[in-house]
Every structure is written in structure tokens, then in C-alpha cells.
């Protein structure tokens, strides 16, 4: 079935009759977005339903992936993109008397992340769909997605981010699909017809209401679902209190219920443990438990063949309670015993690590486990003796019982849980699969070495080359065709044309279209005027530590203080653009922000930098922002202290728009060198291994009396800028630590070597013809990191699962 121009323009007209009974000629754009969204969704509510039926015939084996984060953007475009619709939606909405950049430009974000790993869980949506796989993806319908960011006097300030008042549109909330979940309450046991029956009482009923969102495949008719699951109170209000006056009291349990669903967590790579985040947990993973077996025994009759036809893969360790709720499942509900419970549950969960950073390991406290959950409690008590005792047989070392112990001390340990559960258990780069392997779990790894694996992350290349930049894909088009679409390693016939003058300078002038393009935006968005001349050297992703934003920081400072000491100095014109949330609760995270812009007001405002230095915030950086800027960039600044960033997704969005690395060998940017070699990229820096040895002796405040140039940038940390503000915090930070090791991330030591990287930059591209052409190899060698790539990965060696060749 193909979709006109005019059906669709008769789909909108009838959606905005039937839904806000107006005409176009009255409509907002919200309303047109909504309109075409709606429309879409119809659709792909048709093939969904013929998907199903085609996976419930053929008995295939199900994909569930499991993520408290989908961190999706927009999905107008991206929708009628896979669907082929793109032109027809496009010229629809015109001849409706709109513009259609304008109407795509209306649909919220639907920031349901933080950062990365959100971003990940909905590219590998699009990849799961695209490769035919049947796949659900689960979460929470929170009220509200990651905070809006607006910058005041240099400082971040939060705004709440009510996304459903125009996203709604693509939900389809499916009440009779609700799923009861229980907290709290007390455990006993009974016996019934010589069985020892577990009897959960007095606990607390909240709803679990399933809003699924479909999501389509590129050049397939095959539909994936989404499923965000919303909370409610199953209890109307108690009109006994309301009837004394106690408004606010006979609400209560209703309210605490709702407030399940109501914010994501703001923090990226942090481990906080609040008793609300432990009921999303729950929440989450039981409502979704719940679905997926009363599904599998609708077709089934039983759950003894779960794991053959089902596999779940857990996003970090924030869905790991799946791993006791299923043995609950299996041996409360369906009557199993433990043995046959657990041989089924060790078969059908496979978990990815996402970070090596010891704050962001999930470690909860027993107390709130025993309140909260006491039947979950009994059985990771259980979970954890058994698995003790299988490690005390294997090792007889009480030093690794300790460190690979479900529960400990009253604290019970997420990862360890894992992996004493789950059938895998992957890093997310090369290197990063390697830490795990050899450090972080390393006495589980010489247990079960099998169990430990690696996928490289990808991202999903058709939104992130041939969706945002259609300047960039029509030239890959014109010299390999569109088989990269589909298949990501065709682009590495893009490597021929790297001595065609003409294809450069064609890449050269796309890069210098989207420049205008971003420079034009950014103007209209926050009022800054771009020097579109200069290099755009662009560092956007969460703020942390550990990405270094503060090395950059340091440089800018030292190329500022060269300017004051010979104004007329040779100087290539360079644009420093930084784009970050930081977690509120984040203090260090937010003063580098307020430093930042700091900078950039003195830099910006200051004659001798005109036309050649300029720094600029970028606020309120999300994934509609970055569809802007990625193929505007020029420079990537990937610049993490090595063996930290687990994989980064970012770099690879970069690369794949032919923005030159700037970075250090961690995460991914290993895999990255291993491809384009030295001369493709600008490698700088500590290896993982050599700042694992250099921690054991560092001392950052020698090599601040050693280097000059890096003792004048610091102490300009003390005096500030013209706003007055001094980051002394920071310089003291990086010196003497305080409540941490002194500079724990090693900017100082990996300074001189960055420095000289970014003049290789500056150099470089002078030389046009040369940047060009790395830029082509750049683009060229991207396509391993698609995230079609990693679905088969993932597909071949975890799941085993057939999907699209
Ligand atoms: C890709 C992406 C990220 C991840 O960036 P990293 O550089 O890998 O940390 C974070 N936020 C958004 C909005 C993204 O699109």
C-alpha cells in the first residue's frame, strides 16, 4: 500500500475535524502536528497488527528490551522518513497553507533519557524494527522528561519539561491492558495440598497502564511497539476523609501512586538511592514481567518454554530486578519449582554494562528492599546464598565471596545480581568489554568466562546522516547509491572518491551550507551571531567530570592568553561551542557550566577576539539540537579521561557527518582509530592503562610548577573573569582535591598533550583539500558503527534471533 501526497492531506484534514473540530484554515501548527502524527500512527497501527499476528502464527522468539530510558527526540519526520512518506507528508502539510519546517519544528522532544544510554535503547528501537526483529521496547511514560535548561546569569536553571501537552499525539493508552503491582505489605506462608503456598497480603495496589508508541522500520512493513507504562492509584478518593475536610489526605495514596510515573531521574552515570526511583524500578520491571508472560501463556499454555521464545535484555543495571520478579513469576504464579524457575530465568535475561564509574554502580540498602518489596527480599536472599555458595566452592576466598556478593551487609549489589542471573553480560566498546573482563569483573569473568561479551555500540545511521543532513546524503548518494541505507558497510565505498577534487569540495561546501544553516538557527533560538568562517569545534553531551568539558576549558583560557600577549599574532579563526546538562544536584557539574559561560562573556566581548576566537553555550543541548548541529561540526571533542567513557555514541554521530576527532583512546574512539589509523583522526593523551599506572604516583601540583603556560591558565581560574566570579573552587579542585583525590581525572597530566593535538587541528585544516578528505574517510569508515551493526550482534551472538540480511 503506498501512501499520496492527497490521501494524506485527506488523513490530516479528517484527523483535525474528528479530534479538534476545526478545519486547516483555523488549526495551529501544534494542531497540524498532531494531525500528521495522528494520521502516521494509523498507519503503522495497521501494520502493527499485522506484525503481531505474523509473530504470534510463526511462534518467533521475542526481543524484549527493557530500559528506563528511551531517550526518542521527534519522530514526525523520522516516522514518514522510514515509511517512505517523507515528500508527500512534506508537500501535504504545504498545500494545507503550513510550512512543513515550521510543523516538524513544533513536536516536542520526547526526552524520556538523560544522555546516551537513552539515546542507544531508541536506536536500537529503529535497528530492531528496520532488521524485522520482533521487538518491544519497555519504560515509563513519564510526566515529565529531562528538565529543560535555561541559562541565567551564566548559571544553569531547571524548567520543568511537560512534553505530553503536544507528544500525546503517538501514545495509545491501553487501559484493559493494565497491570496490578504490589508494594510493600507482609509475607506469609501456608501450606495447601502438601504445597507451601507464599501469601503476599496487605500490600499497596498501584495500576501499571500501558501508552504504547509504535515505532516503524525503514523499507519494511514491519512495526515495533514501544510500551511506557503510566502509574495509577486503582482507589478512587476516600470521600470518608473528604467528607471531614481532609482534602489533601484523602488523596494521599492516590497522589503516591500517580508520582510513580510523574519525572525521570536527571542524573546521567549517578547512582542515588531514593525509595521513589526503587519504585519505578519495580513498577517498571513487574508491570512488564506481567505482560510478557500473560502473553507467552496465550500462545503457549505454559511458561516452561519461556526462555526459547523469549530473550530480555536489560539496560543497565536499572532494570535488574526482572531477574527475582520472573523467579517470583515462575514459582509464585505459575507453580515451578526454584530449580526449574531459575534454569528458565538464567536463560532468558542478558545484561549491558554501561559504565565503569563506582557512583553510578547501583548498590541498595536491605532495609528499603524488606519494606518495600518483602516477597522480591525472600528471593534475592535466596538468589544471593546460592550464588555465594557456588563461589566459595569455586574459589575458597572469602576476599572474592565478598566482592562478587548479591547481598553484603545490608547492601544488596544490582551488577552482581546480574550477573549471577543473566545468561550475558556485555560492555559496550572493545576496551570497555575489556575493563570488565579484566578488572571490574574479573572474578566472575574467571568463573564463567563465556558469559562475558562485547557489542560495540552504534547509533542509527539513517536518522543521523540521510534524515539531518540531506546535503551530506545526497552526495553519498550520487557517487555509491542508497544501499547504505540498509547496509551501513557499503559506505566504505565512499573511500574511492577520496582523490576526486570535485566530490571534496562538494563535502566541503555541504559542511559550509550547514554551518549557515546552524548559524542561522542558533540566532533565532538563543540570539547568538556564529562566525561561521571559523573552525566549529564542538564538545556537546552531559556534563561530567569525566568527559573533561573543563580540559577544553583550560585550552580556550591558554589560547585567549597567547591573543592578549600579541594581538597580532597568527591566529585561525576558531568557534568553541559547548552544549551540557548537568544534574541539578551535580555542584562541580554546574560551576563548570557557569565557568564556561564566564569565558565566553569576557572572550566574546573582547575586541582583540573578534573574527577569531569566539566561545558559545549552546543551551538546553537535546536531540532535536543535535540533529542541527551534527552536520554543521567540524571538530569533535571526544576528549574523556581514557578507560572511563564506556563506549560514547556522540563521537560516532560526528564521524558519520565528517567531523574530525579530536580525542583520547577510550570507549569506542579505539575502534575508531583501529579504522581511520593515525592520519584520520587527532589522537591526544594517556592510554586506560597508562593512567591506571599513573594514578599509583600522581602529583598535579608539580606539573603546575613545571609548565608555565599551564600555571598562568590555572591561576586565571583564581581571578575570573570580567563577571567577577572567581573559580578558585575549581583551581583547588584540580590542585589539592578536597572531599576527592586532587584532579582524579588527570586534565593536568594529559594538558601539553591536548594543546598540541588542537594545534594539529588548527593546522590541518588549513590545508582544505586534506581536512577534506580526511573528512570523506571519516564518513567512509562509520559504517561499523550503525546501529544495524550492533542489532546483529546482539541478534547473532546473545539473543539468537533471525533477522534481515
Ligand atoms: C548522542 C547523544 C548523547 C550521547 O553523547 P556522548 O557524547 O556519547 O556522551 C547525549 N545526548 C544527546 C541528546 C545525544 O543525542
Redesign the pocket.
Given at each position: 500500500m503506498t501512501y499520496t501526497k492527497d490521501a494524506l492531506k485527506e488523513a490530516i484534514q479528517q484527523k483535525l475535524r474528528l479530534n479538534y473540530g476545526c478545519t486547516e484554515k483555523q488549526a495551529t501548527d501544534g494542531e497540524i502536528m498532531k494531525a500528521c502524527a495522528l494520521a502516521l500512527r494509523d498507519i503503522m497501527a495497521v501494520r502493527s497488527v499485522d506484525t503481531q499476528e505474523k509473530t504470534q502464527e510463526q511462534q518467533e522468539k521475542r526481543v524484549h528490551y527493557m530500559s528506563l530510558e528511551f531517550?526518542m527526540g521527534r519522530s514526525l519526520m523520522k516516522n514518514a522518513y522510514n515509511l517512505g512518506i517523507l515528500p508527500q507528508l512534506t508537500q501535504a502539510v504545504e498545500e494545507l497553507g503550513f510550512s512543513a519546517p515550521d510543523i516538524f519544528d513544533m513536536e516536542p522532544d520526547a526526552g524520556l533519557g538523560n544522555?546516551?544510554l537513552g539515546?542507544l535503547a531508541a536506536c536500537y528501537l529503529d535497528s530492531m524494527t528496520t532488521l524485522d526483529i520482533p521487538a518491544t521496547g519497555y519504560s515509563i511514560c513519564y510526566e515529565l522528561g529531562i528538565f529543560k535548561q535555561k541559562i541565567v546569569d551564566g548559571q544553569q536553571v531547571e524548567l520543568p519539561d511537560d512534553w505530553l501537552n503536544l507528544g500525546d499525539a503517538w501514545l495509545m493508552p491501553k487501559p484493559q491492558e493494565a497491570e496490578e503491582i504490589h508494594f510493600g505489605g507482609r509475607v506469609r506462608t501456608r501450606w495447601d495440598n502438601g504445597h507451601l503456598m507464599v501469601v503476599h497480603e496487605d500490600y499497596t495496589r498501584v495500576l501499571a497502564i500501558p501508552c504504547d508508541m509504535l515505532v516503524a522500520g525503514y523499507n519494511t512493513d514491519h512495526v515495533n511497539t514501544l510500551r511506557l507504562w503510566d502509574a495509577k492509584s486503582p482507589k478512587p478518593i476516600d470521600m470518608q476523609l473528604f467528607s471531614q475536610g481532609q482534602y489533601l489526605k484523602a488523596n494521599e495514596e492516590r497522589a503516591m501512586a500517580d508520582s510513580i510515573s510523574t519525572i525521570l531521574y536527571p542524573e546521567d552515570n549517578h547512582y542515588e538511592g531514593k525509595s521513589l526511583r526503587l519504585k519505578q524500578q519495580y513498577f517498571f520491571v513487574s508491570a512488564t514481567l506481567q505482560s510478557i508472560t500473560r502473553q507467552h501463556i496465550q500462545t503457549y499454555g505454559t511458561l516452561k518454554n519461556f526462555h526459547e521464545k523469549n530473550v530480555i535484555q536489560i539496560n543497565d543495571t536499572h532494570p535488574a530486578l526482572v531477574i527475582p520478579e520472573l523467579m517470583r513469576i515462575l514459582i509464585d504464579d505459575a507453580g515451578l519449582s526454584w530449580d526449574e524457575a531459575w534454569d528458565i530465568t538464567r536463560h532468558s535475561v542478558a545484561y549491558t554494562n554501561h559504565t565503569v564509574l563506582a557512583e553510578a554502580l547501583e548498590s541498595w540498602p536491605q532495609q528499603l528492599f524488606e519494606t518495600l518489596l518483602p516477597r522480591i527480599w525472600q528471593i534475592m536472599q535466596e538468589i544471593a546464598r546460592r550464588w555465594q555458595q557456588k563461589v566459595d566452592d569455586f574459589y575458597h576466598d572469602p576476599k572474592k565471596t565478598e566482592k562478587m556478593a548479591v547481598i553484603w551487609d545490608g547492601v544488596v549489589h544490582m551488577a552482581n545480581l546480574c550477573i549471577a542471573g543473566g545468561m550475558a553480560v556485555n560492555g559496550v566498546s572493545a576496551l570497555h568489554s575489556d575493563i570488565l573482563r579484566r578488572d571490574v569483573f574479573r572474578d566472575a569473568c574467571g568463573m564463567e568466562p563465556d558469559k562475558f561479551r562485547n557489542v560495540t555500540n552504534g547509533?542509527d545511521h539513517r536518522r543521523w546522516i540521510s534524515q539531518i543532513n540531506p546535503g551530506l546524503d545526497g552526495l553519498i548518494r550520487d557517487c555509491i547509491g542508497d544501499g547504505y541505507l540498509t547496509h551501513a558497510g557499503c559506505l566504505s565505498d565512499l573511500d574511492r572518491f577520496a582523490g576526486d577534487a570535485a566530490v571534496l569540495s562538494r563535502l566541503e561546501q555541504i559542511k559550509g551550507d550547514n554551518k549557515q544553516a546552524f548559524a542561522r538557527w542558533a540566532k533565532r533560538q538563543q540570539g547568538v551571531t556564529l562566525n561561521t568562517d571559523a573552525i566549529f569545534n564542538v564538545q556537546?553531551?552531559?556534563l561530567h567530570e569525566y568527559?573533561r568539558q573543563l580540559l577544553n576549558v583550560l585550552h580556550i583560557i591558554s589560547l585567549y592568553q597567547q591573543l592578549q600577549d600579541d594581538p597580532n599574532m597568527d591566529f585561525r579563526p576558531q568557534t568553541f561551542l559547548f552544549g551540557a546538562k548537568a544534574a541539578p544536584g551535580y555542584a562541580v557539574a554546574k560551576r563548570i557550566i557557569r565557568l564556561i559561560n564566564s569565558l565566553a562573556d569576557q572572550i566574546n566581548s573582547d575586541p582583540i577576539c573578534r573574527d577569531k576566537l569566539q566561545v558559545v553555550f549552546l543551551e538546553n543541548?537535546?536531540?532535536s539540537m543535535?540533529e542541527m548541529l551534527m552536520p554543521a561540526s567540524e571538530v569533535s571533542q571526544?576528549i574523556s579521561t581514557a578507560g572511563k567513557e564506556a563506549s560514547?555514541?556522540?563521537?560516532m554521530?560526528f564521524m558519520m557527518n565528517g567531523a574530525l576527532t579530536l580525542g583520547t583512546l577510550d570507549g569506542a574512539n579505539v575502534e575508531m582509530h583501529q579504522v581511520l589509523g593515525d592520519e584520520n583522526m587527532f589522537l591526544f593523551g594517556l592510554t586506560a592503562d597508562e593512567a591506571a599506572r599513573l594514578r599509583q604516583s600522581y602529583d598535579p601540583y608539580l606539573l603546575y610548577t613545571r609548565d608555565p603556560v599551564l600555571h598562568r591558565v590555572l591561576d586565571q581560574l583564581k581571578t575570573g573573569f570580567r563577571d567577577g566570579v572567581s573559580y578558585e573552587d575549581l583551581y583547588q579542585r584540580l590542585l589539592y582535591g578536597a572531599d576527592c583525590p586532587a584532579d582524579q581525572y588527570l586534565l593536568l597530566a594529559d594538558f601539553a598533550s591536548y594543546c598540541a593535538a588542537s594545534h594539529r587541528v588548527v593546522d590541518t585544516y588549513a590545508d582544505r583539500e586534506k581536512w577534506n578528505r580526511m573528512s570523506l574517510h571519516n564518513i567512509a569508515r562509520s559504517g561499523i558503527f550503525s546501529a544495524d551493526r550492533s542489532i546483529a550482534d546482539y541478534a547473532d551472538t546473545i539473543w539468537h534471533v533471525p533477522y534481515k540480511k
Open positions: 531517550l544522555g546516551g539515546r547509533v556537546v553531551k552531559r568527559k543541548y537535546r536531540v543535535a571526544q560514547g555514541t556522540g563521537n554521530k
